[in-house]
């Protein structure tokens, strides 16, 4: 799903850059319409895939058993109430944060590309940073790791593409998918290195200073871009 994303996003980015000058606005409106509704089915299917024909697939190790010490379960109702009550405090919550920390970071002279790639990244994902990390100190490292990859085809695969086709509604533009070779050579490099996290099925705690290297690297990249690089 990960390289998915990343192969969808690069052939509009493509297009924009080598047609877009040449056939104008509306051809590519056209693509990027035709790729959010491609990309917003292939999610739907996704989940269709994930919760109901291989749902075994997905399950956490150690999930059919009933864990010992734990209260009675909590009706559907009951478990869907609280799920969107606390959907909407972390959503609510998160735009408090990106908002202000999108201030501070052009306050503070930071670059577009690090206070969108990095600082908004980091506060927006605050929810699903903080559960990852619980549940890797946990040694659930199959939830830690679900969650995480989870959320980045969430926003590649369905905020987006919501986003291009509602965009002329509610920004003062429509949203695109053309991006930056800088930024696509980030997507990649995610698509690749999510890859290599999963594929042994085994992590350790030097895996970890690794992939915090490589993410400071990155950062440290898009810290120093200068404005309009990239492209």
């Known amino acids: 799903m990960m390289f998915l994303a990343a192969i969808s ?3 509009p980015s493509a297009f924009h850059r080598f047609f877009g000058a040449e056939h104008g606005i509306p051809h590519e ?6 790729v959010a509704l491609v990309l917003l089915l292939t999610y739907g299917l996704y989940l269709v895939y994930q919760l109901r024909t291989h749902k075994e697939a997905f399950a956490a190790a150690g999930a059919g058993k009933k864990a010992a010490g734990h209260g009675a379960e909590w009706s559907v109702g009951r478990s869907v109430t609280t799920l969107v009550l606390a959907s909407g405090a972390a959503a609510w919550m998160s735009e408090v944060l990106v908002g ?6 052009e306050t503070l002279g930071m670059s577009p590309t690090f206070i969108g790639l990095v600082l908004l990244a980091g506060v927006g994902g605050a929810a699903e940073i903080g559960s990852a990390i619980a549940m890797g100190r946990k040694n659930k490292m199959d939830l830690s790791v679900g969650i995480a990859l989870g959320s980045c085809i969430q926003i590649a695969l369905f905020v987006a ?5 509602v965009g002329g509604l509610v920004g003062p533009r429509p949203l695109t998918l053309s991006f930056g070779r800088g930024e696509m050579g980030f997507l990649l490099i995610a698509a690749l290195l999510g890859a290599m996290v999963v594929s042994e099925g085994r992590s350790n705690w030097f ?3 690794q992939l915090l290297a490589v993410y400071a690297i990155l950062a440290a990249v898009c810290y120093l871009v200068p404005a309009g690089a990239g492209h």
């Open 9 to 11: 996003m690069s052939i």
């Open 29 to 34: 409106a056209a693509l990027d319409t035709s």
């Open 100 to 105: 202000a920390a999108e201030t501070t970071g």
């Open 161 to 165: 593409p919501v986003l291009v086709l």
């Open 207 to 209: 895996k970890g200073v």
